[in-house]
């Protein structure tokens, strides 16, 4: 007899959803048995990732910190695909530079792409997750928000800090009343963000893991799946390090 799939008859709502990792997750969460609400700036990388699924989806294109923008994709989702059983917040922003170099401005638009779009969602939809009195979140962090960014990017590193914090202190509110709250945090991925690196560069990251190779975005992916499923039944608050031991 064929296993059901691990997240059949589930709904999951996605951020990012056109990125480089974001796409890579709405695969995995598609083959794995769930229904998808999809989000991303951008319509255009929305659409091509919708195409590639098989599965039912909603997808909408919108800035994820717009609060009344994101309450009426997460109403629409429920409407039209269900229950929101898990949400993972996918979107965010890389773009190193070194702190000299970061103004106030650059900063707070880090902030606002990778903590604050986090924050929104979770806001969102996690009130309804409570009053049925289950669910599961996976906010994306980084090993820069564990350890600092080797690559010039202190901004980053703040950001991806917070939501760890966040993740942490809304897992101790939530989990009693059924809501698991994680974190997903990658180590080098090779992903359009390395789009510019060099084959040297990118060797180069792929050394710091003991795999001495870059991850592969369906490897973070594949952590996601099992974040947001009933295999992690008994995990909450916890920093999921997909990245091969290169914070050993």
């Given at each position: 007899m064929t296993a059901a799939p691990v997240l059949g008859g589930r709904t999951v709502i996605l951020t990012g959803a056109a990125g480089g990792i974001g796409r890579h997750v709405a695969r995995a969460l598609a083959g794995a048995g769930a229904r998808v609400g999809l989000s991303d700036l951008t319509a255009h990388g929305l659409e091509a990732v919708t195409r590639e699924?098989?599965?039912?989806a909603v997808a909408e294109a919108f800035d994820a910190t717009d609060e009344e923008r994101f309450a009426a994709f997460h109403a629409?989702?429920?409407d039209e695909l269900g229950e929101v059983?898990?949400?993972?917040?996918?979107?965010?922003r890389w773009a190193p530079k070194p702190f000299a170099e970061v103004s106030t401005a650059d900063f707070t638009e880090m902030l606002t792409a990778n903590a604050t779009t986090a924050f929104v969602a979770c806001r969102t939809v996690l009130p309804s997750m409570i009053a049925r009195g289950s669910g599961s979140i996976v906010n994306f962090a980084s090993t820069a928000g564990e350890y600092g960014s080797i690559t010039p990017a202190s901004h980053?590193?703040?950001?991806?800090?917070?939501?760890?914090?966040?993740?942490?202190s809304l897992a101790r509110e939530a989990s009693p009343y059924g809501v698991r709250v994680n974190a997903i945090s990658p180590g080098p991925t090779d992903t359009v963000a390395l789009g510019a690196a060099t084959?040297?560069?990118?060797?180069?990251a792929g050394a710091r893991t003991l795999f001495n190779r870059l991850g592969r975005p369906e490897e973070i992916a594949a952590g996601c799946v099992y974040l947001v499923s009933?295999?992690?039944?008994?995990v909450t608050g916890t920093v999921l390090?997909?990245?091969g031991g290169s914070l050993l």
């Open positions: 699924l098989d599965a039912a629409r989702v429920h059983d898990g949400l993972i917040t996918c979107a965010g980053y590193a703040a950001a991806k800090g917070a939501v760890i914090a966040m993740t942490k084959p040297e560069q990118k060797a180069a009933d295999m992690s039944s008994f390090q997909v990245n």
